[in-house]
């Protein structure tokens, strides 16, 4: 729908100038051939109304010949476009014209106009009538201009919204507080028993705290900073379930040092544990890998999961919020997939493979 | 009132039994009778041991906390609960079981001793009672509660004496009522259940069971043909050629269902 049908308000005021400039046309009718104002008028404000519509209809025509990013062939389609529907717009001017004039000369008011007069008329409706679609034209593609940069900037504050809310929501997954209640009571329960452990595990939280508000705070860190942090949360949560929690790592050196997200790989691994580790009564391996191939890097995590385990909710938010991050983190050829075989859960991140200064450091 | 209390502990995490252990062990009158780090370990154990109260974990492998209670809640005997959890987003539910008492993790002596004295109050009370007196209504709640609005059981768990059974729902072919018991058969293989109809009709997703009579409620999935034996009377054929009563009403449902 062309947007004024949408604006009673603004449709008016265009419908105002189009009467108006009634006015002008009906002098120059009348400097052709004398007549009276009223009857030039008469003629000339409705004709401009009825013509002021048709010339909306570029508004089709702009969006189907947009003018931002043509070159050549296809400025040259469009110019020709724009001038063939001028030429229309103009003949359906001359018609409406013929009819109106003579409708008006027989029924309604005659000027006494002479044949000749008003065949000259309609020529004067004809040339005016090409600059005046013109015109709708070229205000037509300004507005068009100026909805496709207000769009642009809609869009780009969105993509920067969006990028800060899956930053936070990565933190606070991190920062998991059921992590933290538990890792608390698991700190309690060391107390009484093993008071080393208990300070290694708060030695162990406050490292793992801390590189993550380290990390979270960066835009890129390598594989190699993400796998040590995985590595303290591991730590932390081997304290929980003890042999139930077995971890297997193949990391390629090429894979550590390549450049990814930050706190991208931690949600993956605590998704093993809550939908793995803890559901099985002997627990099992989490597996890591990670390979660079070509210009890809593939990292996996693996976990076993019992087919009896009770229903959680909440499933698959953990992976949302990774495969979020990596849509607006904006590597177009980033990807995640997830997928079962058997008792094997495997979540699967493959991203290009971006060098980070040499030998990420696993800590 | 028992003199000492029978307790037992029920985590999926060696750190929380001990802690739990640790605390108990400063009230003379709690003997921890037995720990269990699993759902299935703990029904085995709440049948054998018949402990006074247990201290439940919500989440943890086979069955959570909610289905342990569900499956010993309603028997003579049946034990007080703790909960015992990191997640606060259970504790209605909780009490909508008649949990006595949910602990947060991370909790404190005091804390605990608190809820070993609400459990002496409500187990005294039940003893003085002789028995909780509305198995039937506890039951309705499990079954309600153990699962949110809009979400509808995954799965029957059933007991055995000591062994549970857990039931896919998408694999009952039909569950029958036998006064306070439900018998869920699925898979040529027929499990008793001390639950109504209604209860578990609730409980399952109406898209798929279908309450045909006043004592049947049906897989719709598992339905062959209804067939017209008499002028309004009818019956369900299943696939396996059972056959099964319609009533009136539970007609009129089943072509609600199909149309």
């Known amino acids: ?363 | 009132m028992p003199e000492r209390l029978r307790v037992l502990v029920v985590d999926d995490e060696a750190p929380a039994r001990s802690l739990l252990r640790e605390y108990l062990g400063a009230h003379a009158d709690v003997e921890v009778a037995g720990e269990c780090a699993n759902g299935f370990e703990a029904v085995k154990s709440i049948a054998e041991q018949k402990p006074d109260l247990v201290f439940l974990d919500v989440q943890m492998p086979k069955l959570d906390g909610f289905e342990v209670l569900e499956l010993v809640a309603g028997e003579p005997g049946a034990p007080a609960v703790i909960f015992c959890t990191a997640y606060d987003e259970y504790a209605l539910r909780a009490f909508e079981v008649h949990a006595v008492d949910y602990l947060l993790k991370p909790f404190g002596r005091e804390r605990l001793a608190e809820a070993l004295g609400r459990a002496r109050d409500r187990l005294a009370l039940a003893t003085a009672r002789s028995q909780d007196a509305t198995p039937a209504a506890r039951a309705t709640a499990l079954a309600a509660s153990a699962r949110g609005q809009g979400h509808f059981a995954e799965r029957i768990v059933v007991r055995d004496g000591a062994q549970v059974h857990v039931i896919p729902s998408e694999q009952v072919d039909y569950v029958e009522a036998q006064d306070d018991y439900v018998a869920v058969h699925a898979a040529g293989h027929s499990h008793l259940k001390h639950q109504t109809l209604s209860e578990l009709s609730e409980a399952l997703d109406p898209e798929r069971f279908v309450r045909v009579h006043r004592s049947y409620l049906v897989n719709v999935d598992r339905i062959a043909r209804v067939e017209l034996i008499a002028k309004d009377q009818r019956v369900i054929i299943l696939r396996d050629g059972k056959q099964l009563p319609v009533s009136r009403s539970g007609h009129e449902r089943l072509r609600e269902q199909w149309s």
């Open chain 1, 1 to 363: 729908m062309h947007p004024l049908l949408a604006r009673p308000a603004r449709l008016l005021l265009v419908l105002a100038l189009a009467a108006l400039s009634g006015v002008p046309l009906a002098w120059m009718l009348r400097l052709l051939e004398t007549r009276p104002w009223p009857a030039a008028l008469a003629f000339a404000v409705p004709l401009q109304i009825f013509t002021t519509f048709i010339v909306l209809s570029a508004w089709w025509v702009c969006r189907r010949h947009p003018l931002s990013g043509v070159q050549g062939a296809g400025l040259w389609k469009a110019v020709f476009a724009q001038l063939a529907a001028a030429l229309q717009t103009s003949v359906v001017r001359v018609a409406l014209g013929a009819f109106w004039g003579v409708a008006l000369q027989r029924w309604v008011y005659s000027a006494g106009l002479s044949r000749d007069a008003l065949i000259q008329d309609l020529l004067v409706l004809l040339v005016t009538g090409v600059p005046f679609y013109l015109l709708s034209a070229v205000a037509h593609y300004l507005y068009l201009a100026f909805e496709a940069s207000h769009e642009a900037e809609r869009r780009m504050l969105e993509t920067q919204v969006g990028a800060r809310e899956a930053e936070l929501r990565a933190l606070r997954a991190q920062l998991n507080p059921h992590f933290l209640f538990n890792s608390l009571n698991s700190i309690n329960a060391l107390v009484g028993s093993d008071p080393e452990g208990a300070r290694r595990m708060c030695e162990g939280l406050g490292d793992f705290l801390r590189r993550t508000l380290a990390l979270g705070a960066r835009d890129e860190v390598t594989l190699g900073e993400e796998l040590a942090l995985v590595d303290r949360y591991l730590g932390i949560e081997q304290v929980r379930f003890g042999d139930r929690l077995r971890i297997e790592r193949a990391v390629e050196p090429a894979a550590a040092a390549c450049h990814v997200p930050p706190l991208l790989l931690q949600p993956l691994v605590e998704n093993a544990i809550k939908h793995g580790i803890q559901d099985c009564v002997a627990g099992g391996v989490i597996r890591i890998e990670a390979k660079r191939a070509g210009e890809a890097l593939r990292v996996s995590v693996e976990n076993p999961v019992d087919p009896d385990a009770p229903l959680r909710r909440g499933e698959g938010v953990g992976l949302e919020n990774v495969r979020r991050r990596l849509e607006v983190f904006g590597a177009r050829e980033s990807q995640l997939t997830a997928s079962r075989q058997g008792d094997v859960f495997r979540v699967l991140l493959t991203l290009p493979a971006v060098d980070g200064e040499a030998g990420g450091a696993r800590a």
